[in-house]
């Protein structure tokens, strides 16, 4: 495949549409990567410590992160961007005011390329913590050399995301995905069948969407997942771990051919 090469602040990769979608054939591709679930949850009891609360919006949810992959290797940021929504954080650091006619601006201004020489991107993010260091992530070894910005979600009970997407063309980044506990959590996906799935209010679209959610998820196995389209999730249990992992575009040839 040939990628496409940018020259803007810095060089920039991406992967065309067409080779994007081929990739991501369904809303999640599995992987031959997958975590012992019992391994790591004992491995977070020396990282529990470690993990923030999400973003500075919404702290009465127990939603936390653990940095795999950030800007500088540590895990005592205060504050740290990794665990943080990425929009969110661009949206403060430039400087802008938490008014939703300055939301509104704010990504008007990204679609007219205006500030977007400031934007901090998930391929910003290229410096591995300790934690990626821990024995039950040795699965993530062949992976490594590709992760950018990655973390480890914790979850309890009520912990949530409204629906979103997290990708856009041109694509300048992969996403996987997987959990430890696929029984406490849901994950949803738009869908255009309307006669499946949950309807409920996009705030974003302002319009009423179905969300259905993925089956069959294998606990601690990693996914290929399509954030392009809009999804949401939503845990019921406490303890629910998910793994956040973005991999820059190198990694392209190796999902493709299924040597990931």
């Known amino acids: 495949m040939h990628l496409v090469q940018l020259a803007e602040r810095h060089i920039m990769i991406f992967i065309p549409e067409k ?27 020396e990282y529990d410590s470690f993990f923030k609360q999400w973003g500075d919006k919404f702290t009465d949810l127990p939603r936390y992160g653990l940095p795999l ?14 665990c943080w929504p990425l929009d969110r954080w661009n949206f403060v650091n430039l400087g802008y005011n938490d008014t939703p006619e300055d939301f509104t601006k704010f990504y008007k201004d990204i679609q007219n390329n205006i500030n977007t020489d400031k934007l901090e991107l998930e391929i910003d993010f290229t410096e591995p913590t ?9 699965p993530l070894n062949e992976i490594k050399k590709y992760m950018v910005r990655s973390c480890i979600l914790k979850w309890n ?14 694509v ?18 738009k869908s255009e ?24 998820i294998e606990p601690g196995r990693l996914y290929l997942i399509n954030t392009l389209k809009w999804h949401d999730a939503f845990a019921f249990k406490d303890d629910v771990y ?19």
Request: glycine share 4%; charged share 25%; aromatic share 12%.
């Open 157 to 170: 009970i009520k912990a949530h995301f409204k629906p979103h997407y997290d990708t856009w063309h041109p």
């Open 130 to 138: 300790s934690a990626l260091n821990m024995k039950s992530l040795e």
């Open 69 to 82: 992959v950030n800007k500088n290797g540590r895990l005592d940021n205060d504050p740290e961007p990794v």
């Open 193 to 216: 069948d309307t006669t499946d799935g949950f309807c409920m209010w996009n705030e974003t679209t302002k319009e009423h969407e179905i969300y259905k959610a993925e089956k069959n």
């Open 19 to 45: 080779e994007y979608n081929e990739l991501h054939n369904q809303n999640l591709v599995p992987l031959n990567i997958n975590i012992n679930v019992n391994d790591f949850l004992s491995d977070m009891i």
């Open 172 to 189: 300048r980044w992969l996403r996987l995905w997987g959990t430890t506990n696929p029984d406490g959590m849901y994950l949803r996906f």
């Open 242 to 260: 998910q793994f956040f992992i973005a991999l820059n575009v190198d990694s392209y040839d190796h999902l493709l051919h299924g040597t990931i």
